[in-house]
């Protein structure tokens, strides 16, 4: 009986594991697209104008930080699922230091194993992200802001990868 237990209890972490590296892969996937999307030759292909494509590189590189986020989070929390719906959370709500264990937000849940400093440069690149994507005609900022995405994402997703 206990070696049936144990067998299933290895099956499940075997999988939560499996799960984990696939996040972390999709988010990695997302920053090599990112990536593509930045370079010259696609905008040569493209025929489009750096500014227009903004809003798509700054997308991809949040949704690679954060499928990598969530996979960390999931090796945290064994209460959680891949496909459990996570949303980001607000600068407000992390300053106000809202450590709910079942937030349905994945920054905040991130502040209950992980440095508050990385979870508040997430929450800042799902900004500039939403800036973008909802509330933006202005492409006068837009390739400063999609610098400072670049930068945030790259040292963000270095920093997630290398937490234990």
């Known amino acids: 009986f206990k070696l049936k237990q144990f067998y299933i209890l290895l099956k499940f972490f075997k999988n939560k594991e499996v799960c984990v590296m696939g996040l972390i892969k999709k988010g990695e996937r ?9 370079t010259q030759e696609f905008l040569k292909m493209s025929n489009l104008q750096k500014e227009h494509l903004c809003s798509t590189i700054i ?3 949040y949704y690679g930080v954060y499928l990598i986020g969530k996979g960390k989070l999931l090796q945290k929390d064994s209460t959680l699922k891949e496909e459990d719906f996570l949303g980001h959370g607000t600068l407000n709500q992390i300053n106000n230091q809202n450590l709910n264990p079942n937030s349905k937000h994945l920054w905040i849940r991130l502040m209950q194993y992980y440095p508050k ?4 440069r997430g929450v800042k690149l799902r900004e500039i992200r ?3 994507d909802y509330r933006s005609d202005d492409m006068n900022k837009a390739l400063q802001d999609l610098q400072s995405a670049k930068n945030i994402a790259q040292d963000l997703a270095k ?5 234990q």
Do not use: T
């Open 130 to 132: 939403e800036m973008y």
């Open 59 to 61: 997308n991809r590189l």
């Open 117 to 120: 400093a990385i979870c508040v």
């Open 30 to 38: 997302n920053l090599e697209i990112a990536k593509i999307l930045d």
């Open 159 to 163: 920093q997630l990868k290398e937490l």
